[in-house]
């Protein structure tokens, strides 16, 4: 059942997400210095509950997803599959922000918000001074 929700989760994903991701950490650098913006590392894994809980925050609410791809360059980073760049992972979901300069922005965040307490962390870290 729980591969079903998957799979699911995964076909809807797929046809309705506007959510632009970077392909991986060094383009997600790259793109955020060429366009100036700050840096989402988020830091997931497969079966995590949580994780499909964030995910579905951040890519399928409009007001996240626009705020996100507006202002930030997202990377997410399968810690099952991919290097972890230097970061500590607490638990998934785990997410780092970054200035433009990958410089870390505040302390990461481990919980699962809701659209409107991720939308008002994003809007704290876009218009801090880092």
Request: include cysteine; glycine fraction near 4%.
């Amino acid at each position: 059942m729980k591969r079903y929700l998957t799979l699911l989760l995964i076909v809807v994903s797929s046809l309705y997400a506007d959510m632009y991701w970077a392909d991986d950490y060094k383009s997600g650098l790259k793109e955020a210095a060429q366009k100036d913006k700050k840096i989402i590392v988020y830091f997931s894994k497969e079966d995590c509950v949580k994780c499909e809980e964030m995910t579905w925050t951040i890519s399928f609410d409009k007001n996240v997803s626009n705020y996100v791809t507006e202002h930030f360059v997202a990377i997410e980073i399968d810690i099952e599959y991919d290097k972890r760049q230097g970061f500590k992972i607490y638990q998934t979901p785990t997410i780092y922000f970054l200035d433009t300069k990958a410089k870390r922005i505040g302390k990461p965040l481990t919980e699962v918000l809701g659209p409107k307490g991720f939308l008002k962390k994003l809007k704290e870290i876009e218009n801090s001074k880092q």
